[in-house]
């Protein structure tokens, strides 16, 4: 079990309409963060484009907010034009959010999205020097190897059920009505 006591935000799935919010999460991300999670640097203008194509790569995200700002996101991207039997996982957190259980939190609903897709193997790259995303990936039994200076993780999730289903339905819902309140503060703090 992950410790997320000291945790004050809540942890849910990002719509299309805020990728402003993702953008803006990664744009805060420190040289390193950065260099972690797209395994170089990166320009802003590169963030900028790659939050802008969230929902037009047919990505699943899935973000720790706290104060109406994300913090951490969890990415569960196809591999092709449709969902199939591969998928990549993809993690950033921001410097002052690590090591809080964030990103092993935000896994066990990668991993539950994947299977609840039909996904067969979910793969995780990072950079041999990320010891907290190999971490993260033993403790949901991802097998890992190392190639050329980074790490390759491949996890085998279950057969989607009646319960892997109903428990993302379920939390769809909440994150929805969750994305509205946000939106609601943002609004109310801009007016």
Sequence with gaps: MTDTTNVHGTFRKLWPHEQALFRDHLLRLDKTSRAMRFAHGVSDSFIEDYARQMADAGSTVFAYVE??????????????PIWGNEAEAAFSVES????????????????????????????????????????????????????????????????????????????????????????????????
């Design 67 to 80: 104060d109406g700002q994300v913090r951490a996101a969890a990415e569960l991207k196809k591999l092709g």
């Design 96 to 191: 002052a959010f690590q090591d809080q259980g964030l990103g092993t939190e935000m896994m066990g609903r990668v991993i539950r999205a994947a299977r609840n897709r039909g996904v067969h193997l979910l793969y995780i790259s990072c950079l041999a020097s990320n010891a907290g995303m190999q971490a993260i990936a033993r403790k949901h039994d991802a097998e890992l190897r190392f190639e050329l200076g980074e790490v390759i993780g491949e996890i085998v999730p279950q057969e989607a059920n009646y319960f892997s289903l109903f428990a993302e339905a379920v939390e769809d819902r909440m994150d929805f009505m969750m994305a509205v309140l946000d939106l609601q503060r943002r609004v109310g703090l801009a007016a």
